[in-house]
């Protein structure tokens, strides 16, 4: 095996580890019903695994290759044509091949950003966390 496979090879290692580890749910309190309590989209963006990938507004990624998410704002209503920050942010956790962002560097096992199946409750707060100044 060469240098080059090796060390893909341990990226991938890393990345299911850390996939593993942050991507659990997260829970509301037993006393209130999902849809009445606010989801925390900074809690989710860590306990989803976004973090691990992406630099968000208050947290810094483990890798590079990924785009960097902490100012979203300035960029994400500007990104595809007709399409509004939240359209855009929407689409891209939703449907993250829908379009490709020109900041993503593939590098190794990492060629795409998984399909997290999240509800639409969690896409919302994920958006509005990545939205919020």
Known sequence: MTKTGVAAAISAVIIAAAALVGWDTVSTPSSAPASTTALDGAALFRAKGCATCHTGPDSQALFLEFPNLSDAASFAGERRS?????????????????????????????????????????????????LSD
């Open 82 to 130: 007709g399409m509004s920050a939240e359209e855009y942010l929407t689409e891209s956790i939703r449907v993250p091949n829908a379009f490709i962002s020109p900041e993503f560097r593939p590098n190794g096992p990492t060629a795409n950003m998984p399909t997290l199946n999240l509800s639409d409750a969690e896409i919302e707060a994920l958006v509005s966390y990545l």
